[in-house]
């Protein structure tokens, strides 16, 4: 049964039915049609929209008077027929823009996303029966001094928002803020500055988890976001058809970008009677609290991210299907891809929908570029120069590696790392991992969030060289849809028996039908050196070392190919999978092994086998002529254990 499993790359949909219409549609039709089409839905939309004016002044001027300021130009019912006539599967997002986002509940279920319910622990008549005595303890907390870059910053921001309607203010006393409501329950929000980003932008945050606003809603999905994977999975799908002859028209050269919409969350209004919920404030440079209306959504909020999310997927349903411009979606960005010959029509194309929707989005700067054969894409770099030949390449944008190194030298120097410093570098790095763009800094990113918090110098140092070690070598990854698909299986085991570490290892190649068989034992010297640092439960180290000594030995082979490691010790497995383990020796091995993914990677994945249907398991008893009957062949190898690998281990000693 395993021999006929596929990878899950290759059974698993990476592209969603709307993109895979619009990717279909522009390979099928010359480029005439493609731009007739877009020109022809495009004038149906701004028919709609001089037939419903008078609707929408009607509905404008029923709206709250914080909804009118927020929503001020947007066409709300325009949009709701568009998705109509396009068959969109979640109208129930009209009521998130037609009358606000309910801050704290529950949201309705939506069919779209998979169901996963995480309830609230607090009530809305929570929070208001302890607003007061919340906001004394919020405004009697010490944050020590204030950084007069991000107080100037916050003034600033503050008081664009204020300008576009989506905040209102200043107060300068809660009794004044009270007035304006109406009531005194209301919550307070401590708004800072986050330092976001390899080029260290400053991005005002709503504190929404210290004013418990967030403990008082309960999320219903599971937002199946569009991360580099999706986009990636796109691009690759365009580079067979290019490569294949399967596009009927034009040069088969194509181009990206990313469309950015402006202060995207800020471009939804807040439920009217939960604007109490929303009052933010920040100590000017005086240190005096300023206190601030939301209007809007607030970048913060829980609640603003699953009716933000599912808001950008209507336009991005649109986009496909209206326009059929195949891309994706990840909260407020659109990865974007068009033959060359129709990429600055599909450019006009969206931002024509957009003013139409009344959406603000960039249009020049770093976030409004044109389409280009190589762009940048959620943190990383997607060069389709190449798809012709079925190739696209995947890596970090421009600056990036270099600015993570300054990063971690500025915590080496400071002997810590704070949680949100390891976010932060968290944040960073994950975009260069996945299962196309490569694994090898996937346990980076793991160790990172397992140091935030540590002040112990000699810790931070430690991660820090090594991070910096990986980073340094990492390299693009260079994608073809040639290379083959049937994956390698491998099982592997490892024994533990009369001090002695057995190990098995059997590899079926489903491409050759080519089978191994391998059985031997760790070094001696290996085992004495757990035993000092673990004692004498060794068995998972053991079952760990089998699976990185397969990847090491059969490291050419496994080369960009689908790997399926099936493992039945799941210590071992777990270890892999989260890139993490809390014993020291086991986090030397995990680090080996995806080391090996910089010049021999792969797209691995592990997989549970009990022991009972581990063909491996005989192999590592010292009985391999039993897997050899059982897959037919007659000969079997010693496993070698060299020097390298075992070196490689005792040099990797942790500091946690």
């Not at 929303?278 to 209007?295: L, Q």
């Not at 010297?525 to 439960?537: A, R, T």
Request: charged share 25%.
């Amino acid at each position: 049964m395993a021999m006929g499993v596929q990878h899950p790359m290759d059974t698993s949909h990476h592209v969603e039915s709307p993109t895979s219409y619009a990717l279909s549609f522009v390979l099928k039709h010359s480029d005439e049609m493609v731009k007739l089409e877009r020109k022809k839905n495009l004038l149906q939309a701004r028919l709609m929209a001089k037939r419903l004016v008078s609707e929408e002044q009607f509905l404008h001027s029923a709206l709250d008077p914080p909804l009118q300021r927020v929503l001020g130009g947007k066409r709300l019912l325009l949009w709701k027929e568009l998705l109509i006539k396009y068959g969109y599967d979640d109208l129930a997002v009209y009521d998130f823009m037609a009358k606000g986002v309910p801050l704290v509940g529950q949201h309705d279920v939506p069919s779209c996303y998979p169901i996963q319910h995480r309830v609230a622990t607090l009530t809305g008549d929570d929070l208001d029966r302890s607003a007061i005595w919340r906001r004394k303890a919020i405004l009697g907390k010490l944050r020590g001094e204030p950084n007069l870059e991000h107080v100037a910053h916050l003034e600033e921001a503050c008081r664009e928002e204020v300008d576009a309607g989506f905040l209102e203010g200043p107060f300068l006393s809660e009794v004044a803020v009270s007035e304006r409501l109406g009531r005194t329950d209301w919550s307070l929000i401590h708004r800072f500055v986050l330092v976001q980003g390899a080029e260290m932008k400053l991005r005002p945050i709503d504190d929404c988890m210290e004013s418990q606003m967030n403990a008082a809603y309960t999320s219903t999905s599971y937002l199946k976001l569009q991360d580099v994977d999706y986009v990636t999975g796109l691009a690759l799908q365009v580079a067979e058809a290019s490569s294949a002859g399967k596009q009927r028209h034009g040069s088969g050269t194509w181009m990206g970008k990313c469309l950015d919409l402006s202060k995207a969350y800020k471009q939804l209004g807040i439920l009217p009677a939960h604007r109490h919920y929303g009052v933010i404030f920040f100590h000017d440079a005086a240190g005096n609290p300023k206190f601030y209306i939301s209007n809007s959504l607030m970048f913060g909020a829980t609640a603003a991210v699953y009716a933000f999310n599912r808001v950008s997927r209507s336009i991005w349903f649109l986009m496909n299907k209206m326009l059929v411009i195949p891309c994706g979606v990840f909260y407020d960005d659109f990865p974007l891809l068009s033959p060359c010959e129709t990429a600055s029509n599909a450019d006009e194309s969206a931002s024509e929908l957009l003013d139409l929707l009344g959406w603000r989005h960039a249009r020049t700067g770093p976030k409004g570029l044109p389409f280009a054969s190589s762009f940048n894409v959620l943190g990383a770099k997607l060069d389709l120069s190449r798809v012709q030949e079925g190739v696209v390449t995947l890596g970090n944008k421009e600056g990036r590696i270099a600015r993570l190194v300054e990063r971690m030298g500025l915590a080496k120097t400071n002997g810590k790392m704070s949680v949100h410093e390891a976010q932060v570098l968290h944040g960073l790095m994950r975009y260069s991992v996945g299962f196309f763009a490569g694994r090898h800094l996937h346990q980076v990113c793991a160790e990172l969030l397992q140091m935030g918090g540590s002040n112990d110098a000699e810790q931070v140092a430690s991660l820090v060289d090594y991070a910096v070690s990986i980073l340094s070598i990492s390299k693009p990854r260079e994608i073809s849809i040639g290379r083959e698909k049937r994956p390698l299986v491998i099982f592997t085991d490892g024994a533990w028996d009369n001090g002695v570490g057995g190990l098995g290892v059997v590899v079926v190649d489903t491409a050759t039908d080519e089978r191994l068989v391998l059985s031997g034992s760790v070094p001696q010297k290996l085992i004495n050196y757990w035993k000092v640092k673990v004692g004498e439960q060794l068995i998972c180290q053991i079952e760990l070392f089998a699976v990185l000594w397969a990847r090491w030995r059969f490291r050419d082979l496994i080369r960009d190919r689908r790997t399926i490691f099936w493992i039945d010790n799941e210590s071992a497995r777990f270890s892999l999978i989260k890139g993490v383990s809390p014993s020291l020796t086991m986090q030397c091995l995990v680090r080996e092994f995806y080391l090996m993914d910089v010049e021999h990677p792969a797209f691995s994945w592990f997989e549970r086998v009990p022991s009972s249907s581990n063909v491996a398991d005989a192999p590592s008893r010292r009985d391999p002529e039993a897997a050899c009957s059982l897959l037919g062949i007659s000969n079997w190898e010693e496993i070698a254990v060299p020097e390298e690998l075992t070196q490689a281990l005792f040099a990797k000693r942790l500091v946690m």
